[in-house]
């Protein structure tokens, strides 16, 4: 069983920044890829970006260049830091995790971006 908690969520001007961070616990040892998900009103759950337990990034083509996923394995901790956001970027981010057989969810962060 593995535990996520998201924080580091907000409401932010177009252009400007937010770092979110996601905790895992329970069983850590695991976990495979680490990720973030949002989801805007209306539309489907979409991936942001992943990070595999040796490094390796993905990200999606809408945030290339803007956001960067990384993870601390001695912290138990994976980081989104979102940069040059734009309000279309609006929506609830959600932490994921996969492990063997399971797929675990945060309960999500609300990120907010307006004038």
């Known amino acids: 069983q593995v535990q996520l908690v998201e924080s580091g969520g907000g409401s932010v001007q177009p252009g400007g920044s937010l770092r979110l961070s996601c905790a895992a616990s329970g069983s850590i040892l695991s976990i495979n890829t680490m990720g973030w998900y949002r989801q805007a009103p209306g539309k489907q759950r979409e991936l942001v970006a992943t990070?595999?337990?040796?490094?390796?990034?993905n990200y999606a083509d809408s945030v290339k260049g803007r956001f960067t996923i990384s993870r601390d394995n001695t912290k138990n901790t994976v980081y989104l830091q979102m940069n040059s956001l734009k309000p279309e970027d609006t929506a609830v981010f959600y932490c994921?995790?996969?492990?063997?057989?399971?797929?675990?969810w945060g309960r999500g962060t609300q990120v907010t971006v307006s004038s």
């Open positions: 990070i595999t337990s040796g490094g390796r990034t």
């Open positions: 994921n995790a996969k492990a063997a057989l399971y797929v675990y």
